[in-house]
């Protein structure tokens, strides 16, 4: 299995007019993400937020499905949630990454525009077949802030339909990569 962690971030992310805001946490987010990942063997699913209203909320939706009563009654559910992990920032991943393989993780970030130096997924799909962890990291809102997407390692191609149109709900486009890098 590819040495592979996701990032779902809330922070930096931009809204429709570009400033560079914190977004709110979606319980939809949680479970689709946190099962797509467990699906493809994603290592750790980390939900990050500066925000301690938001970090309680993930934490309390969390609980409810490995501990409380959504455990019992969907125990295959749990499994996914109990993949994730709430933190105040990517540095906060990149260390808990650190920590456990012993080395740095080689950041990849997602975007729905195209730019000069984006790499297909095929290309990532052979680079995660080394043993270095690596880091996927998602954006929410409109996207990740454009000065956190200059700093990663990769950025992946934008996801492209049939027609001009293109604002896809992070759950579907993280289920979608997924499966381009990690699926049979």
Known sequence: M???YVALTHYPV??????????????LDLHDISRAAKTYGVKSFYVVTPLKDQQVLA???????TAGTGAAYNPARRRALETIKVVDSISDVVEDIRH???RYPKTAVTCARRYPSSIGYEKFR????????HLLVFGTA??????FISEADYILDPIMGSTDYNHLS????????LDRLLGV
Not at 14 to 27: F, L, R, W
């Open 126 to 133: 052979s680079i995660l077949k080394t043993a270095m962890p």
């Open 59 to 65: 934490q309390r939706i969390i609980a409810h499905w």
């Open 2 to 4: 590819p040495n592979l």
């Open 14 to 27: 931009v809204n429709k007019s570009g400033d560079i805001i914190t977004s709110a946490v979606t319980n």
């Open 170 to 177: 992070v759950r579907t486009a993280a289920g979608i990569i």
């Open 100 to 102: 456990f393989e012993d």
């Open 142 to 147: 409109w996207g990740l802030a454009e000065a």
